[in-house]
């Protein structure tokens, strides 16, 4: 036996899990992709297919070319095919797949390897790597069902597999799917009534539209794409502390309810910060890529979690545009798909080259509300000199009060110009770091840009001249900048405070000597960490683990003033070295370096520097703009004013900040970062540099492919790309129909299953294209066909037939999701508030819920309409997910998510009957409902149509009244508690039983089931 047909035993063929048999085409022609390629796809290809570094035996089975030259197929002669040799076999040592395996071929299946390698053996690319083309609309037997061309496709499926579809489910049913998909909330009874008597023949059409032009559409189905962008309100991780990225919520939300094109929807959220004049609004969206997760344990390496930061952005761009697990490359080539391990860098290449800032947005009642008490500031200092006390005497008061100013701004500024100093700032010739980029600002500071780590050293090199000369101090300027976390002055992001800093020390030599330095002081610094202190003699003491802080004192700049008691006296070249070390990382943002020379102790001022240097000026050297400013500076710190000042003081306080969010920045085109290919995904494992680019397999034909985040957006949304049109619609059809076309919306490669309406999926594609990637039209064309409006009760034979309704011949019936289950209730209970946008909103749950969180982290309930406000704006916290939706299977945010489970637990019908949230919106819909009828029989029917639209059947109406009737009896008698279960200290045995009864009712299947 040779060596090649000894090694061909690790083939592994077994039965494909594909289509039934009534999806099944017909068998008079072998499909590579519908027969073939599944088989090879689960079990072949791990050991036999694009992954060079597992391939087993040399054998490629992915490369028709490749089974060829190996030998295992010879096109129309299965006889001398290796391949149909090990499955005929009756030898259980070669027979293939091993008999311990338990997956021998049935007879049929190994027919068809024989007559498809009779055939030749044709290979078929894969149906998702192949661009869309829209296919005709098929013709049908009965052309009076079909109100568009979506049917057309799916009576076709029908009529061929011998099956009829399911009558239009009554119009109660239809109003409520209708509501629930495309706005998230059920119609009220009177709504309901409206459309059920509406005898025009455009009524539901007419529905269909007001519906979308709603506002809680976007609320609706932006619901649907957080869960793609791993959308949540803390960091995640151990400490999982908060985060402010509410703003690219309500972007989103926004944007699906200006109907923005999926393409420029696409384009703003990838890489909306390099459109040319980028708006607020666009660089809010980029948003999308910073909902990554952020670890602020102590003692991480910042860089390595922002690989694999980087890491989930590349798999949630596979999986939400692609519909592809990119993410299987990281480590090694894909086992499956045609992605290789080179593709996946190259690809993490197209989105690495971005830094991460906060970005603070000017709502305009924020705008509004600054200039307003920015206004009343300014007319409260300029009125500061008139209430000066006047000095005791005689003569008229403003005189007097003039002469006691200005006497006691000539002593202040006298003294002040004597302790003012002269500082020369110094202008670097060579600026050097260990990783950030440093760059020499016109103001001769320093600006810090890139990336930073937990130790940083910043090498500085000056040439002093003899005009500075001799210099006995140095003045270190920590300098607040608006380009920096919380305006700087350090560039602290995660686990300290942002904006913070931390300086180790501080050294320098002079023409290569060490310069001894003594004498600091700050202008201000953290009263201690730990239990040490973090002033500037920190800086002085050869101790890395201290420093210089200002922390508390973000947004502000300060200063750190060091002494040389042997001055420089001549010209030479002065090197000056920053330790920043910390267990973050904490190195300065922007700052500048000043020299003086004195013939005293030099100080750090808590005056501003551009104050001191002008109080180190000659009154003869001043403008009269600068002597404006000196006495304006008096007013503001004399310590007669100081009552005067409060007012103004409160003002400042209430001065609201602008919301801040996080975006995605371009770096600049000098400051690149470099992608290298990491050795099976590991951060510490880095090996050549990759260029930007997009997989092999879907580019191959580019002569000019995407190089940057930008270009790759547009690539995304072009006609180039075979996947993104298939993928969107495919979820929409999910998000309806509770699975889609494709039942693996998160992954289109080999190994998932086709589509059952492959025509049908390619011409949603084609039109959703064609018509501007209009998601609301999309939605509009599927919401109106006869297939979606088909009733959901099926007679048994047909859920026999078909159980999992892949052939669409009845309507869809699904429990909702969390959130939404959450929105019937406060709809039903009157309570529903429909504020929109904003942070996020605590509704109330039990405490233990986040008592073990990190930090002690407290939720306190909302109150007012924030308490009832629509579940989107529920905050997201990681790490303890809001109970309510957790039980009902919402995720947490921490990856992607292309599908949500649909589990169906005790739990959750416990959340509904006993959740504290849910017992007092039953206590409000009782209360509803009892105010506007005044019948048992009315305040039923109040309370079942509230929560499930149709009118109660007569015999369910009875049911619920003998379930009143027999509360009332228990709550009458003593048995329960009235002021437990009423809304009220006050509550009657009559309002508690409805409560009884509404909680019964909102624990029905059919409250938070799609009809």
């Known amino acids: 036996m040779s060596l090649r047909r000894v090694l061909f035993l690790c083939l592994a063929l077994v039965v494909a899990v594909g289509l039934d048999g009534r999806l099944a085409m017909a068998e008079s022609t072998i499909d590579f992709n519908r027969d073939i390629r599944p088989i090879f796809a689960a079990r072949c290809f791990a050991c036999h297919g694009p992954d060079e570094s597992h391939r087993e035996a040399d054998l490629r089975l992915d490369q028709r070319e490749a089974a060829i030259d190996y030998g295992a197929i010879v096109p129309g002669t299965p006889d001398e095919s290796l391949l149909v040799e090990r499955i005929l076999s009756d030898d259980p040592d070669l027979v293939m797949p091993p008999p311990h395996t338990n997956d021998t071929l049935t007879a049929e299946q190994k027919e068809k390897f024989q007559r498809w390698i009779q055939e030749g053996a044709p290979y078929a690319e894969h149906w998702a790597f192949v661009p869309p083309e829209k296919p005709p609309v098929p013709e049908v037997s009965d052309p009076n069902w079909p109100r568009g061309d979506i049917d057309r496709f799916v009576l076709a499926r029908l009529e061929k597999e011998g099956l009829q579809p399911s009558p239009e489910a009554d119009r109660y049913a239809l109003v409520r799917r209708v509501y629930l998909d495309l706005i998230g909330l059920p119609p009220t009874p009177a709504e309901a009534d409206a459309f059920v008597h509406d005898q025009d023949p455009q009524a539901y059409e007419k529905l269909v539209d007001r519906l979308l032009a709603s506002p809680h559409y976007g609320e609706r189905w932006a619901r649907e794409w957080l869960d793609l962008a791993r959308y949540s309100d803390t960091n995640g991780y151990e400490k999982d502390r908060p985060r402010s990225i509410w703003p690219y919520r309500d972007w989103v939300i926004r944007a699906i309810n200006d109907d923005m094109p999926f393409d420029q929807f696409t384009i703003e959220q990838i890489a909306g910060d390099m459109l040319p004049d980028a708006t607020e609004s666009q660089k809010i969206a980029t948003g999308f890529h910073r909902n990554t997760m952020l670890n602020e344990e102590g003692g991480i390496d910042p860089l390595e979690y922002r690989f694999y930061a980087m890491v989930d952005r590349v798999a949630t761009t596979g999986t939400v545009w692609l519909g592809l697990t990119v993410g299987c490359a990281q480590c090694h080539t894909h086992k499956y798909d045609p992605i290789t391990h080179t593709d996946y860098y190259s690809f993490m290449a197209l989105m690495n080259n971005a830094d991460e800032p906060d970005f603070h947005i000017q709502p305009d009642d924020i705008v509004k509300r600054r200039e307003e008490l920015t206004a009343q500031i300014e007319k409260l200092t300029a009125e500061l000199a008139r209430q000066f006390p006047p000095m005791e005497g005689e003569g008229e008061e403003d005189e007097r009060r003039q002469a006691n100013l200005q006497a006691k701004r000539s002593a202040w500024l006298e003294t002040a110009r004597a302790e003012a100093t002269k500082w020369q700032p110094l202008p670097a010739t060579k600026l050097e770091s260990n990783m950030p980029k440093l760059e020499s600002l016109p103001d001769h500071s320093i600006l810090s840009s890139g990336d930073i780590t937990k130790r940083d050293v910043f090498t500085l090199t000056y040439t002093i001249d003899a005009s500075q000369l001799p210099l006995t101090a140095l003045r270190l300027e920590a300098m607040a900048d608006p380009r920096l976390p919380a305006g700087g002055p350090g560039r602290t992001y995660y686990e300290g405070r942002e904006g913070d800093f931390f300086l180790s020390e501080l050294s320098a030599r002079f023409d290569g000597h060490p310069v001894k330095l003594d004498g600091a002081s700050q202008s201000y610094g953290k009263i201690s960490i730990g239990s040490g202190s973090a002033d500037a003699a920190n800086v002085l003491d050869g101790d890395g683990s201290t420093g210089w802080s200002t922390a508390q004192r973000e947004g502000e700049s300060h200063q750190l003033v060091v002494n040389l008691p042997q001055p420089i006296t001549t010209p030479g070249e002065l090197k000056i070295q920053l330790l920043f070390e910390r267990h973050f990382a904490a190195s300065l943002g922007r700052f500048r370096f000043s020299a003086a020379s004195l013939d005293r102790q030099a100080t750090a001022k808590e005056m501003p520097v551009e104050m001191e240097s002008l109080l180190a000026k000659s009154a003869e050297e001043l403008s009269p703009e600068q002597q404006e400013q000196i006495d304006h500076y008096y007013l503001s710190i004399a310590p007669e004013l100081a009552d005067a000042r409060k007012p103004i003081d409160e003002l400042r306080k209430k001065m609201p900040a602008f919301p801040k969010t996080l975006v995605m920045q371009e770096r600049p085109a000098d400051n690149p970062r470099p992608t290298f290919l990491h050795h099976r995904g590991e951060y510490l494992s880095p090996k050549e540099a990759v260029t930007p680019r997009v997989p092999e397999f ?294 508690a039983a409805w409560v009884m009864v509404a909680r019964s009712l909102m624990n029905l299947d059919e409250a938070v089931t799609k009809p």
């Not at 619609?729 to 699975?739: D, I, K, M, S």
């Not at 494709?742 to 949603?764: I, M, R």
Request: charged fraction near 25%.
């Open 698 to 991: 879907l580019g191959d034909e580019l002569t000019d492919g995407p190089s940057n985040r930008l270009e790759l957006a547009r690539w995304l949304v072009s006609q180039e790309n075979p996947l993104t049109a298939r993928v969107v619609v495919n979820r929409a059809w999910q998000a309806l129909f509770g699975r889609g076309l494709a039942e693996s919306s998160g992954d289109f490669g080999t190994q998932s299953d086709p589509p059952t309406h492959p025509e049908l999926l390619d011409y949603l594609a084609c039109s959703l294209m064609e018509n501007g990637w209009s998601m609301k039209g999309l939605h509009r064309q599927i919401v109106l066909s006869a297939t979606y409006r088909q009733t959901a009760d099926a007679p048994g034979e047909l859920r026999a037939e078909d159980p999992a309704n892949r052939l669409l011949a009845r309507g869809p019936r699904f429990r909702v999701d969390a959130e939404i289950v959450r929105d019937i209730m406060l709809k039903a209970s009157g309570q529903f508030s429909d504020k929109m946008f904003g942070p996020g909103v605590y509704p109330p749950q039990p405490e233990s819920v986040t008592a073990l969180a990190y930090g002690d982290f407290k939720w306190k309930p909302s109150t007012g309409k924030d308490r009832y406000r629509r579940s989107i704006y529920t905050f997201s916290k990681r790490t303890t997910p809001f109970a309510a939706f957790a039980v009902f299977d919402a995720p947490s945010g921490e990856v992607c998510t292309a599908k949500r489970d649909r589990s169906n637990t005790p739990l959750q019908a416990l959340t509904l009957l006993n959740d504290a949230m849910y017992i007092e919106l039953a206590q409000a819909l009782a209360t509803a409902a009892q105010r506007e009828s005044s019948t048992p029989e009315a305040i039923a029917e109040n309370i079942f149509r509230r929560l499930l639209t149709r009118p109660p059947a007569e015999d369910e109406l009875k049911v619920i009244l003998a379930f009143r009737n027999q509360q009332l009896a228990r709550l009458q008698s003593g048995e329960l508690d009235v002021q437990v279960i009423g809304s009220q200290k006050s509550s009657s045995p009559e309002q």
